[in-house]
């Protein structure tokens, strides 16, 4: 999905050189791995989330989707039934399960258009704090929703930008 605004991208390629090895080390220090080669789908244990979008909306970066991915581990199948969804990564104590057939939160990206010295890493704040609303609370009010889900944030940067796991 790389339909992004004009400034947006132009800001992107700006800070590609800086901004890729900082995301890595954003991934490293919060033990977060993305699925895949790029910054699509970083699976984030919800405790961790808060830490994450300060540190990737700092950076100047949006966050455009929020997937579900279930947590599932011994004491989750116990508790929660899981796996609710189908294959996925592996993880200390289990394994990540992508929800596929659920709906996918989309973030309202119309603010990035903004060219505005200044301006556009407010609105990347202001896209991702949707984004991290989502997890606190419209996960929660899903019918389906069960507390072994965690989220998958999709970052929007190019798919050309890679992310070190994938070396």
Known sequence: MESYPDAYLQ??????????PMLDAILRENDLRPVGTGFIDIITQTDRCPGFVT??????????????????????????????GYGGPKCDGGYFSEMCERDSFEIT????????????????H???????????YGMKRRSDYSPCFVPGFWLAVPDKWKNSWAS
């Open 11 to 20: 800001y992107l390629t700006e800070i590609r050189d800086m901004a890729v």
């Open 126 to 136: 202001k896209c991702n704090e949707q984004a991290m609303n989502y997890v606190r």
């Open 55 to 84: 540190c990737v909306s700092d950076l100047g970066i949006a966050i455009e989707m929020v997937t579900l991915w279930c947590h599932c581990t011994d004491e989750n199948r116990q508790r929660y039934g899981c796996p609710h």
């Open 109 to 124: 990206m119309d603010a990035l258009s903004s060219s505005a010295p200044g301006a556009l890493k407010h609105e990347v």
